[in-house]
C-alpha cells in the first residue's frame, strides 16, 4: 500500500471489529453472544436468527436488537481505518456482515458499503414482506412491544438477514469487485457462515490476502499458507494502529475521529430523533448521506 501498488482494497468484516466498541461478538469464548444464551433464553446459539424460532417467539431476537440498534454504540478506530482508506482513495468496497451499521456512522458512504447480512435501517413483516416504518418498528421493540404487519398482522422485523434468508441485491457486487480487488483485508470474522465465508476464495489467486484477527480462521488454517497470504494475529484494534502507524496514518485517523465525532455522530443522532418526531423514513437518510458526503468525508 506504502508503495502505491494498492489501489482497490476490499475489506471483508466481522463482528470482531465492532467488539472494541462494546458489542460482543458471537464465538468469542467468554464474551461473545453464544457464550451468553441465558441472557436471551434461547435453545442453541443459532436460533436468535432462525426464522421460525422468531415466528414463534420474537423476543430473544428483540432483546438483541435492543444491543444492536444503531444509536447506543460508537465506531472505533479500526472502522475509521477502513473509512482512511477510502478517503485515501483506495477503497474498492467494504463486505461487512455486522447489523450494527458502524461502518455508516463512521462516514464510509453508502456506495462503498455492503451490508450483506442487512441491517436496522428498514424493517419489513416477516412472512409476506409488507414493508414497515423502520422508526416505529424500533420505538415499539425498545419498548418491549411486537410490531405487526399491517396487512397480515404476522411480526415484522427489521431487515435483519436471518439463516436461509436471502441476501441483499448489493452482495452481488462481489462478482465484479473481487475479480477487481488488488488487496484484500479480512478483519473480526470467524469466517463460518455461507456464503459470505467463500467470497475470501474469489480473489485472483496472486491478489495478497491480509487476516487481521485473533486467531487462524478458514483459509488461514491451512498449513503452508498461499503464497500471497498473510496473518496478523492479536487484538484486532492494536493491530491497526500498528498497520496505520507503518502506514504513517494514524494522525489522520485520529483528526478524523475527532471531527466525526464532534460534527456528524451528534448531527446522526439529533437526525434520528428529529425524524422520529416528524414520522419521516426519508429524513433520516438524506441526513446520514449529507453528513457522510459533505463535511466530514471532505476533511
Ligand atoms: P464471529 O463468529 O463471532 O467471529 C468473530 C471473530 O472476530 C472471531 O474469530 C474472534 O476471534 C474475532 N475477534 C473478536 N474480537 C476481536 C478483537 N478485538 N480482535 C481480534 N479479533 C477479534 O462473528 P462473524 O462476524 O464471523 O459471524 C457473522 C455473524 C455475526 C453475522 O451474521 C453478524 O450478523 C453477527 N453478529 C454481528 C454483530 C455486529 O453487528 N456487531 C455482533 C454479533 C454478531
Same mark, same amino acid.
Given at each position: 500500500?506504502?508503495?502505491?501498488?494498492? #489501489?482497490?482494497?476490499?475489506?471483508?468484516?466481522?463482528?470482531?471489529?465492532?467488539?472494541?466498541?462494546?458489542?460482543?461478538?458471537?464465538?468469542?469464548?467468554?464474551?461473545? $453472544? *453464544?457464550?451468553?444464551?441465558?441472557? *436471551?433464553?434461547?435453545?442453541?446459539?443459532?436460533?436468535?436468527?432462525?426464522?421460525?424460532?422468531?415466528?414463534?417467539?420474537?423476543?430473544?431476537?428483540?432483546? !438483541?436488537?435492543?444491543? $444492536?440498534? &444503531?444509536?447506543?454504540?460508537?465506531?472505533?478506530?479500526?472502522?475509521?481505518?477502513?473509512? @482512511?482508506?477510502?478517503?485515501?482513495?483506495? $477503497?474498492?468496497?467494504? *463486505?461487512?456482515?455486522?447489523?450494527?451499521?458502524? %461502518?455508516?456512522?463512521?462516514?464510509?458512504?453508502?456506495?462503498?458499503?455492503?451490508?450483506?447480512?442487512?441491517?436496522?435501517?428498514?424493517?419489513?413483516?416477516? !412472512?409476506?414482506?409488507?414493508?414497515?416504518?423502520? %422508526? /416505529?418498528?424500533?420505538?415499539?421493540?425498545?419498548?418491549?412491544?411486537?410490531?405487526?404487519?399491517?396487512?397480515?398482522?404476522?411480526?415484522? #422485523?427489521?431487515?435483519?438477514?436471518? =439463516?436461509?434468508?436471502?441476501? &441483499?441485491?448489493?452482495? =452481488?457486487?462481489?462478482?465484479?469487485?473481487?475479480?477487481?480487488? /488488488?488487496?484484500? !483485508?479480512?478483519?473480526?470474522?470467524?469466517?463460518?457462515?455461507?456464503?459470505?465465508?467463500?467470497?475470501?476464495?474469489?480473489?485472483?489467486?496472486?491478489?495478497?490476502?491480509?487476516? $487481521?484477527?485473533?486467531?487462524?480462521?478458514?483459509?488461514?488454517?491451512?498449513?503452508?499458507?498461499? #503464497?500471497? +497470504?498473510?496473518?496478523?494475529?492479536?487484538?484486532?484494534?492494536?493491530?491497526?494502529?500498528?498497520?496505520?502507524? @507503518?502506514?504513517?496514518?494514524? /494522525?489522520?485517523?485520529?483528526?478524523?475521529?475527532?471531527?466525526? %465525532?464532534?460534527?456528524?455522530? &451528534?448531527?446522526?443522532?439529533?437526525?434520528?430523533?428529529?425524524?422520529?418526531?416528524?414520522?419521516?423514513?426519508?429524513? +433520516?437518510?438524506?441526513?446520514?448521506?449529507?453528513?457522510?458526503?459533505?463535511?466530514?468525508?471532505?476533511?
Amino acid at each position: 500500500m506504502k508503495m502505491g501498488r494498492c #489501489k482497490n482494497v476490499v475489506v471483508v468484516a466481522g463482528a470482531g471489529i465492532s467488539t472494541a466498541s462494546g458489542i460482543p461478538d458471537f464465538r468469542t469464548p467468554g464474551t461473545g $453472544l *453464544y457464550a451468553n444464551l441465558e441472557a *436471551y433464553n434461547i435453545p442453541y446459539p443459532e436460533a436468535i436468527f432462525n426464522v421460525d424460532y422468531f415466528s414463534n417467539d420474537p423476543q430473544p431476537f428483540f432483546s !438483541l436488537a435492543k444491543v $444492536l440498534y &444503531p444509536g447506543s454504540h460508537r465506531p472505533n478506530y479500526v472502522h475509521y481505518f477502513i473509512r @482512511m482508506l477510502h478517503h485515501k482513495g483506495l $477503497l474498492l468496497r467494504v *463486505y461487512t456482515q455486522n447489523i450494527d451499521s458502524l %461502518e455508516k456512522l463512521c462516514g464510509i458512504p453508502d456506495d462503498k458499503l455492503v451490508e450483506a447480512h442487512g441491517s436496522f435501517a428498514t424493517a419489513s413483516c416477516h !412472512l409476506c414482506y409488507t414493508p414497515y416504518p423502520a %422508526e /416505529d418498528a424500533k420505538r415499539l421493540i425498545m419498548n418491549g412491544s411486537v410490531p405487526t404487519c399491517t396487512f397480515c398482522t404476522a411480526t415484522v #422485523k427489521p431487515d435483519v438477514v436471518f =439463516f436461509g434468508e436471502d441476501l &441483499p441485491q448489493k452482495y =452481488f457486487l462481489h462478482t465484479q469487485d473481487f475479480p477487481k480487488a /488488488d488487496l484484500l !483485508l479480512i478483519m473480526g470474522t470467524s469466517l463460518q457462515i455461507e456464503p459470505f465465508a467463500s467470497l475470501v476464495n474469489t480473489v485472483r489467486s496472486t491478489v495478497p490476502r491480509l487476516l $487481521l484477527n485473533r486467531h487462524a480462521v478458514g483459509p488461514f488454517q491451512r498449513n503452508p499458507l498461499r #503464497k500471497a +497470504d498473510r496473518m496478523e494475529l492479536g487484538d484486532l484494534e492494536d493491530t491497526v494502529r500498528q498497520f496505520a502507524e @507503518m502506514l504513517g496514518w494514524n /494522525d489522520d485517523i485520529m483528526e478524523l475521529m475527532k471531527s466525526q %465525532e464532534q460534527e456528524c455522530i &451528534p448531527t446522526l443522532v439529533r437526525g434520528r430523533s428529529a425524524k422520529r418526531q416528524a414520522g419521516s423514513e426519508e429524513s +433520516d437518510s438524506e441526513t446520514d448521506s449529507k453528513c457522510s458526503t459533505s463535511s466530514c468525508l471532505t476533511k
